[in-house]
C-alpha cells in the first residue's frame, strides 16, 4: 500500500484529520495556547515558529512573551511550555526556570524546556528581577528575588495545569542558586537542580581573601549593561576589589552575602529531607566548585553531583539553549523524572558523585562526597635555597625546592617579591585560556622560566606509576609577610623531562592585616580537578605573587614580600587526594 506523502494533497488530507485528533486531545490547552487553523498546521514545523498554537506534531506549546506579576507588583518576563494534554483535568509535573546573571529567560533555557514539555512537563522560564524587561533593581538573591520564584510558582498553579505536589526550581548560575535558595524556604519546591550555582557566595567573591578580579568586573559590567543595579551591588563589588577596603567593611558585606548564600538554608533543606542535584564545572573561576563539594558534603537527602570540563556555565548551555544531547542536563532530566514523576530510574541509587577526568571524556563515580574511595598522598617541601654550586652532586642548585615522599630535614626560606608576574599563570588571557581546556588546549608554562626573584617552584622525582588526583588538593605552608598586605597564587602542574608543565589547577590565598615579619601557618586550596598525570612526569608547584584572576592587596607601585619558611619540626606540606 502507498502511503501519501504529506505534502501531497492526499497528505495533507491526512495530516489535517490527524490535527483534528490532536486539537481534540489537547483542547484543554486551550485556556493558553489557541489551535492552528488549517493552513498553520499545513505549514507547522516548531514551536519557535509558531508561539501560541497546540502542536499538530507533539501537543505541546510553546507561549514566548508573558508577563508574571510578583508578589509586590514587579512584572517579571517569562516564557511558558506547555505539554500534550489528553483531558481538561490532567496535572503535570512542572519546573520553575530562573534565568542567568544577565540573561533573558525568555530564551536562555527554551531547548530543554521544549525537551521537558515533550516528556510531559509544564514548563516556565523567567528573566530575573531587575534585567531586561523585568521590571525592579538587581540586588543578588536578595529576599525580593527568592519570593520572586514563589509568585512565579503561584501563577502556575492559578493558571496552568500543573501537579503542585511535583513541582521543581532550576537554574544556571544566578539561577542555580536562587532555586537551592526557593528550595529552603518554600516548602512546594520538592527538589532543585542548580547547575553551575554557587553555595556560599562570600567564599566565591572573595576567596580565602582573594578579590575575583576577572569574574567580579564582567559580573558587573555585564549587571549594569543589561539590568539595573541596586545601588549597593556594584558598590560592593569595588570595595572587595580595592586593596585600602577595611576589615569592617568587609565584615558587612560578608553579612550582607549570606542570606544569599544557599549553604545558608541546609538546616531547611535536611529537615524535609529535600532532593539536591548539582552541576559544576572544574574550570569554574566564577564559582568554583570547591563551596558547593562543602554544601553538598552537608546535605542529608537524595543527592547527586556532576563535575564536568569546562568553564562558568559552559557544560550546561547547549542543553539549555539548544535542546542538544548534553551530559547535564541529560542527567538532570533523569532527577526530575525520578522525583517529579516517581520513575524508578536509578538516578538516586546510583553513585552521589561523578567526575569527568580532565582532557578526556572519561567518567568516574564516587558513592558520596567526601569519597571514601579516595586516599591522601601527602609530599613535603624543601626549600631551593640560595643559588649555588653543590660538590656533592657536581651540579647546580637554587634553582628550584623539592617535593619528596620523605620529611624536609632542611631549615632555609625562600623569599619571593611582587615586583611583577611570573610565567605561571591561570591562563594568558582570561577566561578564553581556561576555555580552551574543555577542548583539550591546556594551559602550558617552561617552569625553568619562573622568575626566581617574582616566583619559586618546586618539584617532585619522576612518577614510577600514573597519579590519579580526584578533588582538592591543598598546600599547607609557613610564611613570613614584609608588610600587612600579601597574596599568593599556587599553581599545581602535570611537569614532563624537559620542564614542560600543565597545568592541573591553581588556588589563591591573601593576607590584608598580617602582623609584617610574624610567621604564620598559610594554607592554599586549589580549585578541586580529576587528573591523571602519567608515570614518568612528575608533580611541580609554583608560588608567585600575582594572577590575572584576581585583584592585588595593594596598591599600583607598592611592594611586598613573602618568605617561606623550613624547618623540620615544622613540615611545609602538599596533600593531593588520590584514587
Known amino acids: 500500500m502507498r502511503i501519501p506523502s504529506l505534502l501531497s494533497l492526499p497528505g495533507i488530507a491526512l495530516r489535517l484529520g490527524l490535527l483534528g ?9 486551550a485556556e493558553l495556547c489557541r489551535s492552528a487553523t488549517a493552513a498553520e498546521a499545513a505549514s507547522y514545523s516548531t514551536p519557535m515558529q509558531s508561539p501560541g498554537i497546540v502542536s499538530p506534531i507533539d501537543g505541546t506549546c510553546w507561549i514566548p512573551a508573558m508577563t508574571i506579576t510578583s508578589f509586590d507588583g ?36 527554551v531547548g530543554q524546556q521544549q525537551k521537558l514539555a515533550q516528556d510531559g512537563y509544564v514548563v516556565v522560564s523567567y528573566t530575573a528581577r531587575g534585567f531586561y524587561l523585568s521590571e525592579g533593581l538587581v540586588d543578588v538573591a536578595a529576599p525580593e528575588d527568592v519570593r520572586d520564584v514563589s509568585s512565579v510558582l503561584d501563577w502556575l498553579q492559578a493558571n496552568a495545569p500543573i501537579d503542585i505536589n511535583n513541582v521543581a526550581a532550576s537554574g544556571i548560575s544566578y539561577g542555580a542558586g536562587l532555586s537551592l535558595i526557593a528550595l529552603g524556604q518554600d516548602p512546594r519546591f520538592k527538589t532543585a537542580v542548580a547547575l553551575s550555582g554557587w553555595a556560599t557566595l562570600a567564599d566565591q567573591l572573595y576567596t580565602a581573601g582573594s578579590p575575583n578580579l576577572t569574574w567580579a568586573t564582567i559580573l558587573g559590567l555585564a549587571g549594569s549593561v543589561t539590568g539595573r543595579p541596586a545601588p549597593e551591588v556594584n558598590q560592593n563589588i569595588l570595595a572587595l576589589l580595592d586593596p585600602n577596603t577595611s576589615a569592617a567593611k568587609i565584615a558587612d558585606i560578608t553579612t550582607w552575602a549570606k542570606p544569599r548564600s544557599p549553604s545558608s538554608y541546609i538546616a531547611a533543606i535536611n529537615q524535609r529531607n529535600a532532593p539536591v542535584f548539582f552541576s559544576k564545572n572544574f574550570q569554574d573561576d566564577m564559582f568554583t566548585p570547591n563551596s558547593s563539594l562543602a554544601m553538598f558534603s552537608t546535605l542529608t537527602g537524595p543527592k547527586k553531583m556532576l563535575l564536568n570540563a569546562g568553564i562558568h556555565a559552559s557544560a550546561e548551555i547547549p542543553g539549555a539553549l539548544l535542546g542538544v544531547a548534553n551530559y547535564p542536563y541529560d542527567q538532570a532530566h533523569r532527577w526530575f523524572n525520578r522525583f517529579l514523576k516517581g520513575e524508578k530510574n536509578g538516578v538516586d541509587t546510583e553513585p552521589k558523585v561523578t567526575m569527568q577526568i580532565k582532557f578526556t571524556n572519561r567518567y568516574e563515580s564516587f558513592s558520596n562526597w567526601p569519597a571514601p574511595e579516595l586516599g591522601n598522598q601527602t609530599y613535603y617541601l624543601g626549600p631551593r635555597g640560595p643559588i649555588r654550586f653543590d660538590l656533592s652532586c657536581f651540579c647546580g642548585k637554587g634553582d628550584k625546592g623539592t617535593i619528596s615522599a620523605s620529611l624536609n630535614k632542611t631549615t632555609d626560606s ?29 594551559v602550558i608554562n617552561s617552569l625553568p622560566t619562573v622568575s626566581l626573584a617574582a616566583g619559586v617552584r618546586y618539584e617532585a622525582p619522576a612518577l614510577l606509576a600514573t597519579q590519579k588526583i580526584r578533588g582538592i588538593p591543598k598546600l599547607n605552608l609557613r610564611v613570613t609577610p614584609s608588610q600587612a598586605r600579601a597574596q599568593v597564587v599556587a599553581y599545581l602542574y602535570d611537569v614532563d623531562a624537559i620542564g614542560t608543565g600543565i597545568l592541573i589547577t591553581h588556588g589563591a590565598t591573601t593576607l590584608h592585616w598580617a602582623a609584617p615579619g610574624q610567621t604564620i601557618d598559610f594554607p592554599i586550596e586549589f580549585s578541586a580537578t580529576a587528573y591523571d598525570v602519567p608515570a614518568g612526569h612528575h608533580i611541580g608547584v609554583v608560588l608567585d605573587t600575582a594572577d590575572s584572576l584576581y585583584a592585588s592587596p595593594v596598591n599600583p607601585g607598592e611592594r611586598f614580600g613573602v618568605r617561606f619558611e623550613f624547618n623540620p619540626n615544622q613540615q611545609s606540606t602538599l596533600t593531593l587526594p588520590t584514587l
Open 74 to 109: 514587579t512584572k517579571l518576563a517569562a516564557n511558558l511550555f506547555l505539554p500534550k494534554r489528553s483531558s481538561s483535568d490532567q496535572k503535570f509535573p512542572a519546573i520553575v526556570m530562573i534565568a542567568s546573571w544577565a540573561a533573558p529567560g525568555r530564551v536562555e533555557y
Open 414 to 442: 625562600d623569599l619571593i617579591q611582587n615586583f611583577f608576574d611570573t610565567t605561571a599563570t591561570s591562563g594568558l588571557i582570561p577566561i578564553l585560556s581556561t576555555l580552551g581546556e574543555t577542548v583539550n588546549i591546556p
Open 21 to 29: 485528533l490532536c486539537l481534540a486531545s489537547t483542547a484543554a490547552n
